[in-house]
């Protein structure tokens, strides 16, 4: 049975950091494409960040680049989304997310591109 267990959210003020983590089993993380998405109140799941089978390096979305760096521990099977500079507008529902081998290097912010998911896990940012 394959889970994906998220775990680091929270309650932050603007400019706070927060480091999400995201434990697998029944799966083997790197043998998969892996990664972050997150879904605002009232608005549809959007990708973060991901990374490639067999990879180190992750692609991020503009709005996250140079604040939060995505990476994954392979001896623990764990993925990990560390946030730095907190927005208002970071606040959302964070998902840790599995799929196929090279869906990061293709469409891989697309929640279409993967098979397993996370609980989810909150982060909000408020004064």
């Known amino acids: 049975q394959v889970q994906l267990v998220e775990s680091g959210g929270g309650l932050v003020q603007p400019g706070d950091s927060l480091r999400l983590s995201c434990t697998a089993s029944g799966l083997w993380l790197d043998h998969y494409s892996i990664a972050w998405f997150r879904q605002a109140p009232g608005k549809g799941r959007e990708g973060v960040s991901c990374i490639r089978s067999g990879e180190d390096n992750a692609k991020n979305v503009q709005s996250i680049e140079g604040r939060f760096t995505m990476s994954k521990d392979h001896q623990k099977n764990t993925m990990f989304l560390q946030m730095t500079n907190l927005q208002f507008e970071d606040t959302a529902v964070y998902y840790c997310?599995?799929?196929?081998?090279?869906?990061?290097?293709?469409?891989?912010?697309?929640?279409?591109?993967?098979?397993?998911w996370g609980q989810g896990t909150q982060v909000t940012v408020s004064p």
């Open positions: 997310a599995a799929g196929g081998p090279l869906m990061c290097g293709l469409d891989g912010h697309n929640p279409g591109s993967y098979n397993f």
